[in-house]
């Protein structure tokens, strides 16, 4: 029984891991095409944890069964954002 459960916990370990490293690539391939001006891609001014680190300050409030929204983002993020071409809904 104990052997069961470690193997099904490690198995929804490597899932989550599988799910985390395609956004982290994801995130990384969008850093590494996308201009952030005539010389520079965007992975010479902001690195993936940099990344990670602005868009863990986004979050979404409930304030009803139904009723979300989306909080206040400082300047930075929203221009990373928008460089990166990624909607916030």
Do not use: C
């Amino acid at each position: 029984m104990l052997s069961m459960q470690w193997e099904e916990s490690l198995q929804g370990w490597m899932f989550i891991n599988h799910i985390s490293m395609q956004l982290i690539y994801g995130l990384f391939r969008i850093l590494k095409t996308t201009p952030l001006n005539k010389k520079q891609m965007l992975i010479h001014k902001y690195s993936i944890n940099d990344t990670i680190e602005h868009m863990k300050s986004i979050k979404q409030i409930r304030f009803a069964q139904e009723e979300f929204v989306i909080s206040e983002m400082n300047k930075s993020t929203k221009i990373l954002l928008k460089q990166m071409k990624i909607t916030i809904a």
